[in-house]
């Protein structure tokens, strides 16, 4: 009898400070790929590679932000950004913001989503961040589903969030307690 044995991809989450150029081709490809999928955290449609490589580089450059890659056997195949307050805001200085998520389609179903959100957490935690907020459109229900498993409470809606081929789509706030005290409520029915 013939076993034949499959290779299991390797995966790792990591806060990147530099970018090769290899990683930030995969970094546009992996994006092009989640924004022409529906899921462009803002992108309606995949920038110009040019465009899309110096909106990366200038996510590394702002002091106040963290980039993390998710990778599938080394290639990077998604992101997820840590946005902390700037210094002139003292009475956010315990916010952040969980921010540009997303994970490639063809590197979905390795876990590597609820890996980002963890790495974002545990950034946030050792900044000594309390509490982290998002907003997510609510046709996005994949993501949607990975923060709520992760414990993060919906608490307001916006009825008029983004505008999509010219129609209003809804979104959804979200916040977490990084200590775990929040009480749960909603108002979303």
Not at 26 to 31: G, I, T
Not at 72 to 98: C, Y
Not at 120 to 146: H, S
Request: net charge negative.
């Amino acid at each position: 009898m013939n076993v034949q044995t499959q290779r299991v991809p390797t995966t790792a989450v990591e806060r990147v400070t530099t970018l090769s150029n290899a990683d930030l081709n995969d970094l546009y490809d992996a994006a092009a790929a989640a924004i022409d999928d529906g899921g462009g955290f803002g992108w309606l449609q995949p920038p110009d590679r040019d465009d899309m490589i110096q909106y990366w580089k200038g996510v590394l450059l702002i002091p106040e932000r963290d980039l993390l890659v998710a990778r599938l056997d080394g290639v990077i195949a998604g992101s997820a950004q840590l946005q902390r307050s700037p210094r002139n805001n003292e009475a956010q200085a315990l916010v952040g913001q969980l921010t540009t998520f997303f994970v490639a389609p063809w590197a979905r179903g390795h876990a590597l989503a609820p890996h980002l959100v963890q790495g974002v957490e545990e950034l946030a935690t050792a900044y000594g961040l309390k509490v982290l907020t998002l907003d997510v459109r609510a046709t996005q229900v994949r993501a949607i589903e990975i923060y709520e498993r992760s414990g993060y409470v919906h608490w307001g809606t916006n009825p008029r969030y983004a505008l999509v081929d010219g129609q209003w789509i809804t979104g959804y706030y979200y916040s977490k307690d990084l200590d775990g005290s929040q009480a749960a409520f909603s108002d979303r029915s």
